[in-house]
């Protein structure tokens, strides 16, 4: 199983990004997918995790009404489309995928992980 991270870059505070994470190998429709974050010098971060069907999200507090994770089984990838951005959003984020499961926060239940993708907000 593979995922590969992209959209990641710089922006201006208050604005824009949409995260994409392409997952292949398997099939997707069995994947709860997340999105985590790790800033430089901290841990990683549950940002927000979504079920199978797309019914249920998860959502960390610090991101809600900001961030909106979804997916699209028929293209394999799962989004983070990140709004009013703030230079604490600044970190690495990486897409999680685990097979037949719940969309919990926990890192370490995630099967697998693609490689991240860098996001600057400046102030």
């Known amino acids: 199983v593979q995922l590969q991270a992209s959209g990641g870059g710089l922006v201006q505070d208050g604005g824009s990004l949409r995260l994409s994470c392409a997952v292949s190998g398997r099939a997707f429709s069995h994947f709860a997918v997340a999105w985590f974050r790790q800033a430089p010098g901290k841990e990683r971060e549950f940002v927000a995790a979504?079920?199978?069907?797309?019914?249920?999200?998860r959502v960390a507090e610090s991101v809600k009404d900001r961030f909106t994770i979804s997916r699209i089984n028929s293209e394999s990838t799962v989004y983070l489309q990140m709004d009013s951005l703030r230079p604490e959003d600044t970190a690495v984020y990486y897409c999680?995928?685990?097979?037949?499961?719940?969309?919990?926060?926990?890192?370490?239940?995630?099967?697998?992980w693609g490689q991240g993708t860098l996001v600057t907000v400046s102030s």
């Open positions: 979504l079920a199978r069907t797309g019914r249920f999200t």
């Open positions: 999680a995928a685990k097979w037949n499961s719940s969309p919990v926060s926990i890192p370490q239940t995630y099967d697998y």
